[in-house]
């Protein structure tokens, strides 16, 4: 596997790093464009950290970080409960919580059901698995999304 961004790197290790002294358990998860970084797509951008997470840990990160809730512009595709950005790492993270995806049968609730730990230095960052992955970029529905999914799909855990 081609080695990652040192940022991005940077990036997770701290997130894990984080999570890990909150003593976080399994209400946390890395998605999109890190997780498929983490999952063997190395050349796609990762321009932030995707994370998705329960309210409670949620706010536990955005204390640790110092992060800011950002009310979004246009939700048009997607929409959260509430959606937190972390500047204070070498690549930004967005936490959100409760996530949706507006798809042609209306608002649906973002999801994982598996989890595969990554690892990142000497810690893990929790990933769906590929083909999740994978059906969750075509249920994004987006050009990029679609692009990502037919990658991912020769992926295998």
């Known amino acids: ?34 997780a498929m970084a983490l999952s063997g797509l190395p ?3 990762v321009p932030d950290i995707d994370v998705l997470a329960s309210e409670e840990t949620a706010n536990d ?6 992060g800011r809730i ?10 959260s409960h509430l959606l937190a950005r972390i500047d ?3 690549v930004p993270i967005e936490i959100m919580v ?4 507006r798809t042609d ?6 999801a ?13 960052i929790p990933t769906p698995r590929t083909s999740e992955q994978a059906q969750m970029a075509r249920r994004f529905g987006r050009p990029k999304d679609l692009q990502r999914a037919e990658a991912l799909d020769k992926l295998i855990d």
């Open 1 to 34: 596997m081609t080695a990652l961004p040192r940022p991005l790197i940077q990036s997770l290790e701290m997130l894990a790093a984080t999570a890990e002294a909150l003593e976080l358990r399994n209400d946390w998860i890395v998605f999109g464009g890190a």
């Open 43 to 45: 050349d796609w951008p």
């Open 61 to 66: 990160l955005i204390d640790a970080f110092g």
């Open 70 to 79: 950002v009310t979004p512009t246009g939700q048009d595709r997607f929409r």
């Open 88 to 90: 204070g790492t070498p």
């Open 98 to 101: 409760g996530l949706e995806v």
């Open 105 to 110: 049968e209306g608002w649906t609730p973002v």
């Open 112 to 124: 994982f059901r598996t989890r595969v730990d990554r690892p990142v230095l000497d810690r893990h």
